[in-house]
């Protein structure tokens, strides 16, 4: 008979339950689901229930669908969490889908662009929730770990919000984005006059002297013609009334003066005309200038626009 030094067997050493931080879950788990085949299941009174397919929300919400069968307790919360995430994929379509139509204004851009952008958020959204854990992870790792998902969550809300936001709101934003518009069209008008400025001062500074100057002649001529008219009704320096020597003298001073200035009051006439066809043009240009940058302003209201409104 052989016989056994126990002196050197090692005792079993008692388990550490910390050491094992998913043994307490699984038992619970377990109990869970003997009490749900057991006593406290629908086929204990007699009948039985049909579950329910959620594969496609647990499926949304990254959860092991084999797994998770195992679990029935925990088919609840994987299907709320499916369907958030699912409600997030067709917010941020709806979102997007306006962003783009309020931009492009084509129908099959905001239906493909939508869905892309949909997808997008559906994945990030499905990423952040699968990735999160509770179990057997020390709370300042979880902190860390839900830090840059935090940054991504409000990111997420702020792509989905905001356009939704802009269409809520659209009465009163569009009163915002006309008043915007009647500021540029102030401000554009006010640059258009300081570039006009300088040719249409030239032009009205040498229309005025172009006036003077033909104002002038215009003058010396009627005062030449009522100095012989005057001689010839008696009126006269002479007081003698009739065509009398000092009358012709005074006419033909007249006719000679105003053969003299003809030529340039013909050539100042055209000047002014000139000038005034330049102001004209000048006015022209800056309504149809002013005009055309109101039209442009109405005519591209987007989504920055809408925005910043």
């Not at 003997?34 to 579950?51: E, I, M, R």
């Not at 709370?139 to 356009?163: C, D, E, N, S, Y």
């Not at 008008?189 to 215009?218: F, P, W, Y």
Request: glycine share 6%; aromatic share 10%.
């Amino acid at each position: 008979m052989k016989v056994v030094d126990t002196r050197f067997i090692e005792a079993p050493q008692p388990v550490n339950d910390n050491l094992f931080p998913y043994r307490n879950y699984l038992t619970m788990s377990a109990n869970q689901s003997a009490q749900d085949d057991g006593l406290y299941s629908y086929d204990s009174f007699g009948g039985s229930k049909k579950q329910s397919d959620n594969s496609f929300l647990w499926w949304c919400a990254g959860a092991h669908q084999k797994l998770l069968k195992q679990f029935p307790s925990e088919h609840t919360k994987y299907s709320g969490l499916g369907g958030v995430v699912l409600a997030t994929f067709v917010l941020a379509s709806l979102s997007s889908g306006y962003a783009v139509y309020s931009i492009f204004g084509n129908i099959w851009w905001t239906i493909l662009f939508g869905l892309i952008w949909g997808l997008i958020i559906f994945n990030l959204d499905r990423f952040l929730v699968s990735t999160m854990r509770k179990y057997g992870v020390s709370r300042r790792k979880q902190f860390w770990m839900t830090v840059p998902r935090l940054f991504l969550a409000l990111l997420i809300g702020l792509t989905i919000a905001r356009p939704l936001e802009l269409k809520i709101f659209e009465k009163e934003i569009d009163i915002k984005v006309i008043e915007n518009i009647h500021s540029k069209m102030q401000l554009n008008d006010s640059l258009l006059q300081l570039e006009n400025l300088k040719s249409m001062a030239t032009a009205r500074l040498e229309r005025d002297r172009l006036i003077v100057r033909k104002t002038a002649l215009e003058d010396t001529l009627h005062q030449l013609r009522q100095a012989y008219v005057q001689e010839a009704d008696g009126t006269g320096g002479s007081m003698s009334r009739g065509i009398e020597n000092l009358t012709r003298l005074k006419m033909n001073v007249y006719n000679n003066a105003r053969m003299q200035f003809e030529p340039e009051l013909i050539s100042l006439a055209a000047d002014i005309n000139s000038q005034d066809s330049l102001l004209k043009t000048s006015l022209a240009s800056l309504e149809e200038k002013r005009k055309e940058y109101e039209s442009t302003a109405r005519a591209n209201v987007g989504f920055l626009e809408r925005n910043k409104a």
